[in-house]
């Protein structure tokens, strides 16, 4: 008889499955539910940036790109960081195109991190960091950080946080799932402790064109920043581009070259159609941006008001399409909580949990949703809540 | 408050609860604008836009370009009221183009009563001198919406 055990990675079996599993499976077999648990936007991408994957695919360029993606394409990246956001780059040896940020994020860890080095991560945050840590055998180490401070992360945190062996911040702002950002005095108090170590800042900045008033600041634009900072985003939240699996990583040459290998070896290259895609969506995308961030600014706000109006405590999200409710004035645990406003009002929304231990309390509500879902949403979340105070 | 107008073009059934939610606004002020566009004439009505192929009820609309002579004084605008009084006519343009000066859309239940109206009452218009028809054969896209297509939620459901 086989024995799988002995066959298999421990350090990949003692991986652990999501937590709420058992909510999305009960989800999944569940009809009719007004969902507002996707975290990917729901507009279609553009049609101009379409058109380009679909003239390429015409022509006939079905060819692999150099490893670092093409030419062109890490030309408009580095232009749109400089424009957007201050940044400055070489498009020749400081740009990695990836298949989404999620392998952005994968060679960044898998580049800087060896087995014992510690990584600080702060939680709430999306779910793809830690296992990553793990298979590599480095150890998390959380901030958890708090509604009273705006699900910010504190410089006294940091400096806590931090031992002789950390190799890594990861910095997820705009922050799903709370909907957080960092502004530039918020981060220059961050990099005051940063200078001078060889801490590395992982800065995931996937949702850097989704904040709503605020202008998004990159770490890497502070002084002396740049240096120790490696930028990871991509494509799929700022122009709907979730099924292209296009991403990048800029970060200084030393860095960017050694990441390249490791993206060489396990990738080649990210698909040459999303390559020109993505060219189309920097060169003429920019209203593309601005409409859809207006749309989900409308969405945010009607989601904000609307939870308050029935007597839901609510953090103000300032970045992503996400809000985080504090739920624990009803006294159920998250899961608790979300589970019974599936199965009485047929509405899912993701428990606080999910997104780390210290989300109990609070549960992630996407609004990448029409205005029309919503409103059914929220008549369904105030059924649920008046029938707990009964 | 020109927000609400946006709103509006894109989603008539908004609710004045709605739109003061996303606006921040008191749910009075949002009646009370929406009130006096309604009054002075900028919000002029609200329609529903149908795709009458999925439906049995029989539907053809055209495009019809007209040639008329323009009248001393009243110039085109005489002309196009006599014509947009028609309850057929659903929209009439003054156009720039050389080859004719007004364009009208015209919907009816079949083609021979299209045919009836341009014969029996557009053409016949004193000062109207020519008509060409144009059939509409299927309506692709039409103020901003696609027909033919539904609106299914197929994201997938990662945990992102």
């Not at chain 1, 421990?10 to 539910?33: H, N, Q, W």
């Not at chain 1, 058109?51 to 390429?56: C, G, H, M, R, V």
């Not at chain 1, 995308?285 to 706000?301: I, Q, S």
């Not at chain 1, 409710?325 to 899961?335: M, R, V």
Request: proline share 4%; aromatic share 10%; charged share 25%.
């Amino acid at each position: 008889m086989i024995d799988y055990g002995k066959m298999l990675s421990k350090t990949v079996c003692e991986i652990k499955p999501s937590g709420i599993r058992k909510f999305f499976d009960i989800l999944s077999e569940m009809d009719d539910v007004i969902s507002l648990t996707v975290g990917q936007p729901d507009f279609i991408t553009p049609w101009h940036i379409r058109e380009s994957a679909i003239e390429s695919l015409e022509k006939g360029k079905t060819y692999y790109t150099s490893n670092a993606g093409m030419t062109d394409l890490r030309t408009e990246i580095t232009n749109y960081l400089k424009r957007r956001f201050n940044l400055e780059y070489s498009p020749k040896d400081e740009v990695v195109v990836t298949v989404g940020g999620s392998e952005a994020i994968d060679i960044a860890m898998r580049t800087i991190l060896e087995p014992g080095d510690e990584v600080i991560l702060p939680i709430p945050s999306f779910v793809c960091y830690e296992p990553i840590a793990e298979m590599i055998g480095a150890k998390v180490v959380h901030i958890e950080t708090k509604l009273e401070n705006k699900f910010k992360i504190t410089p006294e945190e940091l400096r806590a946080a931090i031992t002789p062996k950390t190799k890594m911040l990861i910095l997820p702002f705009p922050n799903n799932p709370t909907g957080a950002i960092l502004t530039r005095e918020e981060l220059e108090a961050l990099a005051e402790i940063l200078r001078g170590t060889n801490i590395c800042v992982l800065s995931d900045e996937i949702y850097a064109e989704l904040t709503y008033g605020k202008r998004h600041v990159s770490i890497a634009e502070l002084d002396g920043m740049r240096e120790r900072t490696v930028i990871a985003s991509g494509f799929s939240k700022a122009y709907a581009m979730t099924g292209w699996r296009l991403g990048y990583i800029c970060a200084p040459r030393e860095l960017a070259i050694q990441m390249l290998k490791v993206h060489q070896f396990a990738i080649m290259c990210a698909p040459t159609m999303s390559q020109f895609a993505a060219i189309e969506a920097l060169k003429n995308g920019d209203d593309d941006v601005e409409m859809m961030r207006a749309e989900y600014n409308r969405r945010r706000v009607f989601i904000l008001e609307g939870l308050r109006k029935i007597g839901i405590e609510c953090f103000e999200p300032e970045g992503a399409f996400y809000i985080y409710p504090n739920i624990a004035p009803f006294g159920l645990s998250s899961e608790e909580f979300c589970e019974r406003l599936l199965y009485e009002q047929k509405c899912a929304i993701v428990p606080g949990t999910a997104f780390g231990e210290n989300g109990d309390g609070f549960a992630r509500i996407s609004y990448a949703y029409s205005v029309k879902h919503l409103a059914e949403a929220l008549t369904k979340i105030e059924a649920f809540v008046k029938s707990l105070k009964k | 408050m020109e927000k609400i107008l946006k709103l509006l073009e894109d989603d008539a059934t908004l609710t004045c609860e709605q739109i003061a939610l996303m606006l921040q606004k008191e749910v009075g002020e949002i009646k009370d604008a929406i009130k006096k566009y309604e009054k002075d004439g900028v919000i002029l009505g609200y329609k529903t836009l149908i795709d009458w192929d999925k439906t049995d009820r029989e539907y053809v609309s055209a495009i019809i370009e007209v040639k008329v002579l323009p009248q001393r004084d009243r110039g085109f605008d005489k002309i196009a009221e006599k014509i947009y009084n028609y309850p057929e006519v659903q929209s009439l343009y003054l156009m720039s183009s050389g080859g004719f000066d007004l364009a009208l859309i015209i919907e009816g239940k079949t083609m021979r009563e299209v045919a009836y109206f341009v014969a029996q009452k557009l053409a016949p218009i004193e000062s109207v001198t020519a008509t060409a028809t144009h059939f509409v054969l299927r309506k692709y896209k039409d103020k901003g919406v696609i027909y033919g297509s539904c609106e299914v939620d197929e994201r997938g459901n990662l945990l992102i």
